[in-house]
Nanobody, 116 residues
Framework: QVRLVESGGGLVEAGGSLSLSCAAS????????MGWYRQTPGKQRELVGI???????EYADLAKGRFTISRDNAKDTVYLQMSSLKPEDTAVYYC??????????WGQGTQVTVSS
């Protein structure tokens, strides 16, 4: 079992920056993919970006040029640095992890609110 705990959400003005972190605990030795998704009320959860154990990163178009994902394998932690935030980035951001065997884990989510 893996537990994911996000931190760092909050309120920020448009154009500002915010950093999120997600720490994994438990059976973390086989975590392959770690990443971030977000969801707003009435909409499906959407990908923000993912980072593989070896460092390869994939971003959704919404994140390219503004968001940066990084990962510390020694700490089993994934980070999301967000800049040039827009009101439409307001959402609950969820940490996600996928094991080598394809099992998914989700964090509880952290609210990010961008004021105009």
């Amino acid at each position: 079992q893996v537990r994911l705990v996000e931190s760092g959400g909050g309120l920020v003005e448009a154009g500002g920056s915010l950093s999120l972190s997600c720490a994994a605990s438990g059976r973390t030795f086989n975590l392959n993919i770690m990443g971030w998704y977000r969801q707003t009320p009435g909409k499906q959860r959407e990908l923000v970006g993912i980072i593989m154990r070896g460092g390869r990163i994939e971003y959704a178009d919404l994140a390219k040029g503004r968001f940066t994902i990084s990962r510390d394998n020694a700490k089993d932690t994934v980070y999301l640095q967000m800049s040039s935030l827009k009101p439409e980035d307001t959402a609950v951001y969820y940490c996600n992890s996928v094991t080598d065997s394809g099992r998914y884990y989700w964090g509880q989510g952290t609210q990010v609110t961008v004021s105009s």
